[in-house]
């Protein structure tokens, strides 16, 4: 450090024409932001790995940028933005900054680069690697990152595998803030106003039938997350196909429909083969029909450090 002083006191001796560089970290500029290539796609938005490069000599640094698919669902990725930016937890994925063109009508989110991609891609391609004990250790990880959301007051509404982000093979990240919604002081649930297209095989009761979300609704989305994860996110065996395979395939809203009643009745996906008997009943834990019967972050936490240490 004493060096790099040393030296820009020099610099500033033979420059001093210059005026001092006065530049905001999180403002990138579109012209310096090189896309390397595609990281993955949802429902609505595109996630590109670039190199952000402002000295042109390849030195730069790698990030993930998220734009949206269609232009006009902007206002929904500026929500998001003002979501991930207030977040601080070594659970939840970086916010670095936005990227915006010439007139501010096209805006996209720079964040931190998670390497090993999302559990959904992450699980199956190193599932010869992986003990239950290290998907145990990713479990309890993302309880954390939702305990502090829920402090925050955020509901995060799309938990799923495909929204955990893996930095390395003992750390994961909860990412996608797309759906979250912040819960006002005086209501305990968010209440959806506009049809989306829903994470529905993820969602509670209550959020199919009323269109509420309780922090309870993001246990019972953990849940499912938990299921994936226990099987390795296994494609033969993800939860709309556990659904589709046991309520039976049907077409357009009778689906939905299907799927509240069989909640209703009690149905609830069955334990995977790889996942032991202690772990399905944390699971089942998470998907009480009612939100006031079911576990807490808190208390999962609690149950996880048991089972890691
Ligand atoms: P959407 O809102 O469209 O679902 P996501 O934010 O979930 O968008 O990103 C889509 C996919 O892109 C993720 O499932 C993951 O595979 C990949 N991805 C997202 N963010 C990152 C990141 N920071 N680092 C690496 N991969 C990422
Ligand atoms: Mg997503």
């Given at each position: 450090?004493?060096?790099?002083?040393?030296?820009?006191?020099?610099?500033?001796?033979?420059?001093?024409?210059?005026?001092?560089?006065?530049?905001?970290?999180?403002?990138?500029?579109?012209?310096?932001?090189?896309?390397?290539?595609?990281?993955?796609?949802?429902?609505?938005?595109?996630?590109?790995?670039?190199?952000?490069?402002?000295?042109?000599?390849?030195?730069?640094?790698?990030?993930?940028?998220?734009?949206?698919?269609?232009?006009?669902?902007?206002?929904?990725?500026?929500?998001?933005?003002?979501?991930?930016?207030?977040?601080?937890?070594?659970n939840?994925?970086?916010?670095?900054?936005?990227?915006?063109?010439?007139?501010?009508?096209?805006?996209?989110?720079?964040?931190?680069?998670?390497?090993a991609g999302s559990l959904k891609d992450y699980l199956p391609r190193n599932k010869s690697n992986i003990d239950q004990k290290r998907l145990l250790l990713y479990a309890l990880q993302i309880c954390q990152g939702m305990?502090?959301?829920?402090?925050?007051?955020?509901?995060?509404?799309?938990l799923a595998a495909r929204n955990i982000l893996v930095e390395n093979e003992s750390l994961v990240k909860i990412?996608?803030?797309?759906?979250?919604?912040?819960?006002?002081?005086?209501?305990?649930?968010?209440?959806?106003?506009?049809?989306?297209?829903?994470?529905?095989?993820?969602?509670?009761?209550?959020?199919?039938?009323?269109?509420?979300?309780?922090?309870?609704?993001?246990?019972?989305?953990f849940g499912v997350t938990l299921y994936e994860i226990m099987s390795y996110c296994d494609r033969?065996n993800s939860p709309?196909?556990?659904?589709?395979?046991?309520?039976?395939?049907?077409?357009?809203?009778?689906?939905?429909?299907?799927?509240?009643?069989?909640?209703?009745?009690?149905?609830?996906m069955?334990r995977p083969d790889t996942c032991p008997e202690m772990v399905y009943t944390q699971i089942?834990?998470c998907?009480?029909?009612?939100?006031?019967?079911?576990?807490?972050?808190?208390?999962l936490i609690?149950e996880f450090e048991f089972f890691v240490n």
């Open positions: 450090r004493a060096i790099v002083r040393e030296l820009d006191e020099k610099d500033l001796h033979l420059t001093d024409t210059i005026p001092p560089q006065e530049t905001d970290p999180t403002d990138f500029k579109s012209r310096f932001l090189k896309k390397i290539r595609k990281l993955g796609e949802g429902n609505f938005g595109m996630v590109e790995l670039c190199l952000y490069d402002p000295k042109g000599d390849q030195t730069g640094e790698l990030v993930a940028v998220k734009s949206l698919k269609t232009e006009n669902e902007s206002s929904n990725l500026r929500k998001e933005i003002s979501t991930i930016r207030n977040l601080y937890h070594e939840i994925v970086k916010y670095k900054g936005i990227c915006s063109d010439e007139g501010g009508a096209n805006i996209k989110l720079v964040m931190e680069y998670l390497p305990e502090y959301l829920g402090s925050q007051n955020y509901i995060h509404r799309d990412g996608d803030f797309g759906l979250t919604k912040s819960i006002k002081d005086d209501k305990d649930y968010y209440k959806v106003t506009e049809e989306q297209d829903s994470p529905v095989y993820w969602y509670a009761p209550e959020c199919l039938i009323n269109r509420k979300f309780y922090k309870a609704s993001d246990v019972w989305s033969e709309p196909q556990v659904f589709l395979k046991s309520i039976g395939r049907s077409h357009g809203q009778m689906t939905m429909a299907r799927l509240v009643d069989a909640l209703e009745k009690g149905w609830r069955p089942r834990r998907w009480s029909q009612a939100p006031e019967n079911r576990v807490d972050f808190k208390s609690e």
